[in-house]
């Protein structure tokens, strides 16, 4: 079974540090590449970034950019999300997913196909 | 970025009936649309890619049409596990954007 499976909630103080991991099985995790999406309480959804686990490339929405780090581990088929400092407003549910590419009219259609069950992160003093 | 606009931001319908949802981009997108369906406590589960084409393993009462800047996501026979947020998310650019959700409640 393809799945992406996600590390565990967590409860931190702002301006401490986290890494929440996101761990990719059934399939060969360095073909595809691997995306975060943000949803805030009550919120929509934010696409964060993505990472190519087989050279490790990124691309960070501007927003994101300097704010958190994705990184992977190849070796290990897991994909990371991390912050040096949380900041107090910082709560909110952190999904990874699989970015794959369909073969459409004018090239690629690009989707998120395989989602982890998410990992929610509390902020609070 | 992209805006991608959804409307309703909610509806309610009974089951067996037809729901439309809209999501309008900010500029054109070509085919470069997908939809997702999110559950309360669950991830989202992509229903529809390239505008038109469902997912491997979607009921075929989910359809979706549209291109440019309109796009269109239709459910037939509506059925309780229907019950959801759905989002459009545009692929077009790098930065991918969703729309704002319309939750569709089973009367």
């Known amino acids: 079974e393809v799945q992406l499976v996600q590390s565990g909630a967590e409860v931190k103080k702002p301006g401490e540090s986290l890494k929440i991991s996101c761990k990719g099985s059934g399939y060969n995790f360095t073909n595809y590449w691997i995306g975060w999406v943000r949803q805030m309480p009550g919120k929509g959804l934010e696409w964060m970034g993505i990472i190519n686990p087989g050279d490790s490339v990124t691309t960070y929405r501007p927003s994101f950019q300097g704010q958190v780090t994705i990184s992977a581990d190849k070796s290990i088929n897991t994909a990371y999300l991390q912050w040096s400092r949380l900041n107090a407003s910082g709560t909110a549910l952190f999904y990874c997913?699989?970015?794959?590419?369909?073969?459409?009219?004018?090239?690629?259609?690009?989707?998120?196909?395989?989602w982890g069950q998410g990992t929610l992160v509390t902020v609070s003093s | 970025d992209i805006q991608m606009t959804q409307s309703p931001s909610s509806l309610s319908a009974s089951v067996g009936g037809r729901v439309t949802i809209t999501c309008r981009a900010s500029?054109?997108?070509?085919?470069?649309l997908n939809w997702y369906q999110q559950k309360p406590g669950k991830a989202p589960k992509l229903l529809i890619y390239a505008a038109s084409s469902l997912q491997s393993g979607v009921p075929s009462r989910f359809s979706g049409s549209g291109s440019g800047k309109d796009f269109t996501l239709t459910i037939t026979s509506l059925q309780p596990e229907d019950s959801a947020t759905y989002y459009c998310?545009?692929?077009?650019?790098?930065?991918?954007?969703f729309g704002q959700g319309t939750k569709v409640e089973i009367k």
């Open positions: 997913a699989r970015h794959v590419n369909f073969p459409c009219i004018g090239g690629s259609c690009d989707a998120f196909d395989i």
């Open positions: 500029q054109g997108i070509s085919t470069y």
């Open positions: 998310q545009q692929s077009y650019s790098i930065f991918w954007t």
